[in-house]
């Protein structure tokens, strides 16, 4: 009995010891979690601090320019910290919902997401940029992307469009001339490919925004070419998804899952797979948006080899759209006491220069163009389409953040069979009505 | 050889129990840890209760009152609803397996093996590792690609993550693979506190391996079930990041839980009022169920 008594007694001290370790562990995790704000502002006297969170596809062209605007303006420190779509999403707005917004953030265009231009703007949380010289020359047909009743409150550096980047090589492998124009090619191609052993086409439906990008590139084919003014109607209430061009873009993709079309297991496989997929020869292309074209010629073992062509959504060659949306943007907070010096920088990224230097790092088309904007080779097959043959990416006229997601779901469930084009369409109309 | 002998060792034990919370410190020594618990912790959830009677967005000043209108859209919300079906079949699974994984383990390295103190460090080992490690971890490990990871280990061409029949099942693999080592600890305190001299009078007796399992160790070691059950149920019930960064739901909504609904509600969909009243059935929910199983558990549990 006394050792039953010693053991009681020596289990609670381990238990105090671990306790403690806990608590210390504890402590040392939540130092290690908090956003380093500190670390990057040593040096400059009086400096203001301006904090900014952004998507990871804003990375290489904000770290660019923040370096450049800091070297021109001392006084102020940019510290910049990102985090991938989803993350990001719900971290600003949380720190948005307690009030702490950081002084410049990401804002994505448009409507139809939890932290759009629109969704933001309507609570009061974006600073008015309107003042601003550059915002007079935003494009009329971007203008919805923008602006809120007239008044703008995201910047963007230009535009980026949805399309097949395709591996050259195993093109000219599996003998492909030139790229399809036309849908009944783009199945042509497709089945060549399969012929000489690769997956024509990859895709990472278990990232779930990639699972939209299929259905993004034949809309504007299947529905806006027929009828321009679509999304204006859907809003009306005089069309909906069910009753629309939006089903044969569902029937012309899950036509090419039952050709075999895809790799095996798309739901199982990510947004990384499916890039390295492409880029290493495993796979002809991947239907995706061309702001990723970086992270597929990171991959590729020369970049070169990776190039772009719209996904031709009709049979009609003269019919066929392309997506194309502004690409994410940021905003500035309009309650944080540094409000005036984040305008100011916008305003900076504003000047043509920098537009042609973000537009760069990450391939988009430059929102406004002079003699020293470059446009990516990749995306030239693009610019026929750019003037009158284009619509922004559909969710950014969509009116709620729900209907986006459920899009993504439906998509899953359809691949997986578990699901009918009648369900998912009525699905994403129900979310729509919300 | 029947549960008669630890019934007539239980009044000593009981006494010197008495004895050690006569003299446990007065509750004022807690006072510290709880002022700091009802500001972090209390609080916080209490005052949040209000929104779920909103319609607040989550950000800015608009809200209204809308009494118990997010209660009933829970009713008629089929994907919250079949949330809950995930949520427990999960639950029943991870109870089940991890703590039936957790008690071999167990008794495994209770036993006199040369290499336990190791086993028990390496079977512990994923618990200290952030879940959400582990999930990314296991993407790899469930490669839908023959060739890879587990399929290629075990000759198997299995969706794992891409299946919606198979999801689930896989998020649970996942969660046991990490968990079953912290049942594992507990089971083991629990067979340390088993004296010796009962299963030597046990084998005296003659009992076999079995049954002195069966009618020894067994009943003692129902507090650590309990303990088990328990925090499996409620981290079931929870179940969040796993699924968050393994399948964020999908595919579909195939091993969409409560928590992940009530999370999408919140910061996807931006409907922070009728979040909050999904979480508030939720806690009710694990709360509800927490109390009914200690109660009964509590009831078999003898000492030794």
Known sequence: MTDLLRDARLSRGQFLRMMGGLAAAAAATACSTRPETTATTGGGQAATELKFIGVADQKTPMDQLAAAYQTSKPSVRITASYAPTDQVQTSLRTQLGAGNAPDLHVVYPGNGSAMSMTQIAKAGLLADLSAQAWTQTIPAGFKPAFQLDGKTYIFSAGSSVIGAVYNKKVFEKAGIEAPPTTWSEFLAVCDKLKKAGVAPIALGAQTPWVTQLITYALVPSTVYAKDPAFDDKQLAGQASFADSGWRDAMEMYLELQKRGFFNDNPNGTTFEQQTSMVATGKAGMAIQVSAVLPDFRKAASSPDDLSMFPVPGADDANSVWIPAGVVVGLGASAKGKNAEEAKAFIDYLGKQESINAWAKAIAAIPLTQDASSTIDPAVESFLPFTKDRAVPFMDQRWPNAEVQPVHFAVIQELLAGKSTIDEALKKMDEAYKK | ?304
């Not at chain 2, 046990?202 to 020894?216: E, S």
């Open chain 2, 1 to 304: 050889m029947t549960p008669v002998t630890a019934g007539r060792a239980r009044p000593a034990h009981a006494g010197r129990r008495r004895r050690f919370s006569a003299a446990a410190p007065p509750w004022f020594f807690a006072a510290p840890a709880l002022v700091v618990y009802a500001l972090v912790v209390l609080y916080p959830a209490v005052s949040g209760v209000v929104y779920a009677f909103t319609d607040w967005s989550g950000i800015g000043q608009d809200m209204s009152f809308v009494g118990l209108a997010n209660f009933r859209t829970l009713l008629g919300d089929e994907q919250a609803m079949g949330s809950i079906g995930n949520t427990l079949l999960l639950t029943v699974a991870i109870v089940a397996v991890q703590n039936g994984v957790g008690l071999l383990l167990a008794l495994g390295v209770h036993a006199r093996l040369k290499s336990r103190a190791l086993l028990r460090v390496i079977f512990f080992s994923p618990v200290v590792v952030s879940p959400v490690m582990v999930a990314f971890l296991w993407k790899y490990i469930y490669n839908p690609d023959p060739s890879a990871g587990l399929n290629g280990l075990l000759g198997l061409h299995v969706d794992w993550l891409g299946d919606p029949s198979v999801a689930l099942w896989s998020i649970a693999g996942m969660v046991v693979w990490q968990y079953a080592g912290y049942s594992m600890v507990i089971f083991l305190a629990g067979l340390e506190g088993v004296p010796r001299e009962l299963h030597e009078a046990a084998m005296i007796d003659g009992a076999g391996t079995f049954q002195r399992f069966r009618y020894v160790t067994w009943p003692l070691l129902a507090p650590a079930v309990t303990i088990n059950l328990m925090l499996s149920t409620i981290g079931g019930l929870k179940l969040f990041d796993q699924v968050f960064a393994a399948t964020n739901g999908g595919p579909g909504y195939a091993t969409e839980t409560l928590s992940t609904v009530l999370y999408k509600q919140a910061f996807v969909f931006g409907k922070f009022g009728y979040s909050t009243a999904v979480a508030l059935v939720l806690a009710l929910f694990v709360a509800a169920v927490s109390l009914v199983q200690v109660y009964y558990l509590r009831r078999r549990e003898v000492t030794a």
